[in-house]
């Protein structure tokens, strides 16, 4: 590979190059040396230091003599040109001696000049400033003498001006003042002054809730003054248009037909309540964005006040008081529900009215827990009813008021039944059991308006003149009294309140089922039980025969009051205990008839005679006499009576039953049957005769001993002739007469009684033998 050869530097090129990195060029202000640096390197590179410069050298040398050349062509025009300018500078350094002269001149005129303008500028600076000062200083009176207004307006109760003016300030535009820290300092005591505001304004609503507690009492008494006028009006009404006599104060039909006054509770001439300061203080916190704030502290508030309303224990005194102050609070509290929009719920409302009830409820209930008197249920329950009737035309629930108000009924009807139950067993304690008698038709027209009977009753006694026996005693006249007394009461509690009819219906039933049971039936029955007076003993049946027919017509009565009510049916069970008392009536009739049958003597016989009589017992004459005579006179119906002689007719022929079957007489004859026979057969004729046939009292005892008498004893062994021809007989009370004869015949010396006696052993054994167990 031949040598490289090296570059030759020409002048040409370093001016060239020279001329690239402006060195040499005269156009331009500004030295390229960028470009110095690749020719140096290049020049190191190739090793040409030497030659370079020597050529660098000849280039100068070249452009020295190019300017001599240059400078000796023109020196004339240059030494021309140095003159003038060293005439230039001559004129003008007297020009400027002149000109320092002339300024030192001017300087000295202008001096005070310039002075008194410094000082006229400072003056109108210092004016300005003062102008400023001024316009801020009345800036800042304006805002302090706002804030110094919502002070005044806060305490005249101007809330809602003292916080728009808050809201002017708030809202100023920008200015000179706005940097002020006077301003900032104003700015950032707003907050304190919208706390002043507000708690002016909350203490002006606790005053109002102060001041509404006081006047609810009187708001609650004017609301049912207003609602008492109402209900008399209806009542009015109702009373003149029978169509409406189920239709209570409150219902469709009245609230249709009621002609409004306008009259306000909460406006009118004997009250008038404020909510100014209330609408206020929700305004406000609306505005300051703090409604919740204030709907809890108002909750809270009312709820405290409700807890105060109600003392504890309660006096039942105070009641209506108190009646009236919780109708006054929830008066005030539905005007405010439907008059603040938001700021309260029902659900808020119905917390304070169940709470509240709750509470009353129980300390009513309480209050009354041990109370006996009637009067006292009923002062509690018009209480009670008129505060209802009057929240519940202010949309209240009150259902559970009228629970309360039915278990008072209850309780009331309770009391009720205790205090007539013991009237009425002191009057059938105290009762004569005798007709009642009437002097004047008066008196006779009361009774019979008091007492409950069928029409044909009523008018066959309207008929007759007084004076008259009724024929009832006393007692009953007087339980009717109580019985009309005590459903006058009944109803008394329920007048007006909100029934269910059913349930009302069942407890009338059951109370005064549980009166004329177990006050009057059974005291009566105790009466008849403690008495032998035949008479008494005739008027209390009597008397149980009008209480049964008063059921019945106490039931037709209620009913039809109570359909005008839309009620149901009255259904009273008592009537059957009273017929189940005249039934042991009757029955004791004929236990003291028994018991004054024994003084007859009726087992006065000879049971081993040796013939027989010719004619009946002396006695049984004086025995059918007085029975006769007894029964007829008693004041009863012929069935009573008849009853009564077949309770002593069969008492006769029990007693005469025993005679020959019982353990008391231990062996008889067949002459003593026999005469026993004529004695049956007497007194069936007397009492025949009079119109008193009880034949079939004395049945047994015939069957009986005829099977003896006919000698009919194998005969009544065969089945199908005693079912026929001896049904009434039982073979026990056979056997024990065959026994009694066989021992009277056994016990005898002669030989004929002796083997009757064996025979009627043998009688006796096989009727026993066949008949084991049978109707003993």
Request: glycine share 4%.
């Amino acid at each position: 590979m031949p040598p490289r050869r090296r570059p030759q530097f020409t002048q040409e090129s370093i001016d060239q190059q020279l001329q690239q990195i402006h060195l040499l060029d005269q156009s331009s202000s500004s030295e390229n040396l960028e470009q110095l640096g690749p020719i140096i390197k290049q020049i190191h590179a190739n090793r040409q230091q030497e030659v370079y410069l020597r050529t660098l050298q000849g280039l100068i040398e070249s452009k020295d003599a190019e300017i001599e050349s240059i400078c000796g062509d023109n020196y004339q025009e240059f030494i021309s040109s140095v003159s003038t300018l060293f005439s230039i500078k001559s004129y003008t350094t007297n020009l400027r001696e002149k000109i320092t002269t002339l300024d030192s001149s001017v300087s000295q005129v202008g001096k005070s000049l310039v002075e008194k303008k410094k000082a006229l500028l400072q003056t109108k600076k210092t004016a300005a400033n003062l102008d400023e000062a001024i316009d801020g200083l009345q800036a800042c009176l304006r805002v302090l003498d706002v804030v110094n207004r919502v002070g005044e307006m806060v305490k005249e109760g101007k809330y809602w001006s003292a916080l728009r003016s808050l809201e002017d300030i708030e809202s100023m535009p920008p200015t000179s003042l706005s940097t002020t820290p006077l301003f900032q300092h104003v700015l950032s005591s707003l907050p304190s002054l919208r706390g002043q505001i507000k708690d002016a304004v909350t203490a002006s609503m606790k005053q109002w809730l102060l001041d509404i507690r006081n006047v609810s009492t009187q708001i609650g008494q004017l609301a049912l003054d207003a609602m008492d006028l109402r209900t008399r009006r209806w009542r009015s009404r109702r009373e003149k248009d029978p169509m409406l006599k189920s239709s209570r104060v409150g219902s469709a039909v009245e609230v249709i037909s009621y002609e409004k006054t306008e009259y306000n509770v909460l406006d009118n001439d004997q009250l008038k309540v404020d909510f100014k300061p209330l609408y206020e203080c929700i305004h406000i916190y609306t505005a300051l964005d703090s409604l919740d704030e204030i709907r809890r502290s108002y909750q809270a508030d009312r709820k405290a006040q409700s807890d105060l309303i109600i003392p504890e224990p309660l006096p039942l005194a105070s009641l209506p008081s108190i009646t009236q102050e919780i109708v006054g609070y929830f008066i005030v509290e539905y005007h405010v529900l439907n008059t603040t929009g938001s700021f309260r719920s029902e659900r808020e409302v119905e917390d304070l009215w169940d709470a509240l009830i709750s509470r009353l409820s129980k300390a009513v209930e309480d209050a009354l827990k041990n109370e006996k008197d009637p009067d006292t249920f009923l002062k509690v329950k018009e209480a009670l009813l008129g505060a209802v009737m009057t929240l519940e035309s202010y949309s209240y629930s009150t259902g559970s008021i009228h629970s309360v108000i039915l278990r008072l009924f209850e309780k009331y009807t309770n009391i009720l039944e205790i205090k007539f139950g013991k009237r009425f067993e002191s009057i059938v304690a105290q009762d004569d059991f005798q007709p009642m008698y009437v002097e004047k038709s008066a008196e006779k027209d009361d009774v019979l308006e008091t007492v409950w009977l069928t029409r044909d009753q009523r008018d066959e006694l309207q008929r007759s003149a007084a004076p008259l026996n009724l024929p009832w005693s006393q007692g009953f006249y007087l339980c009717c009294q109580d019985i009309r007394s005590f459903v006058h009461n009944f109803y008394q509690f329920i007048e007006g309140v909100s029934q269910h009819h059913r349930n009302i219906d069942d407890l009338l039933s059951k109370s005064l089922d549980t009166i004329l049971t177990d006050y009057i039936s059974e005291s009566i029955a105790k009466r008849a039980q403690g008495t032998d007076n035949l008479s008494q003993l005739a008027q209390i049946i009597t008397n149980l025969e009008h209480f049964e027919i008063a059921c019945s017509e106490l039931e037709r009565s209620l009913t039809n009051i109570r359909s005008s009510q839309r009620g149901g049916t009255i259904r009273l069970r008592a009537a059957a205990s009273f017929a189940a008392t005249r039934t042991k009536a009757l029955a004791r009739v004929t236990e003291v008839m028994s018991s004054k049958l024994e003084l007859f003597e009726l087992s006065e016989y000879d049971w081993t005679p040796k013939s027989r009589k010719g004619a009946p017992s002396g006695h049984l004459d004086e025995l059918v006499s007085w029975l006769t005579t007894v029964i007829d006179s008693l004041a009863l119906k012929d069935v009573y009576k008849e009853e009564a002689y077949r309770g002593a007719v069969g008492y006769i022929a029990s007693c005469f039953m025993d005679f020959l079957t019982g353990r008391d007489i231990p062996m008889i004859n067949e002459h003593a049957i026999a005469n026993l026979l004529m004695d049956v057969d007497f007194l069936d004729e007397e009492l025949k005769r009079s119109g008193h046939s009880h034949s079939a009292a004395f049945t047994e005892l015939r069957s009986t001993a005829s099977v003896v008498m006919s000698d009919a004893v194998n005969a009544y062994l065969v089945a199908s002739i005693r079912q026929t021809s001896y049904p009434a007989v039982k073979p026990k009370r056979l056997q024990a007469l065959l026994e009694k004869l066989a021992r009277y015949g056994l016990e005898c010396r002669d030989a004929a009684s002796r083997e009757r006696g064996e025979k009627r052993r043998k009688e006796a054994e096989a009727v026993g033998r066949l008949f084991p167990g049978e109707n003993r």
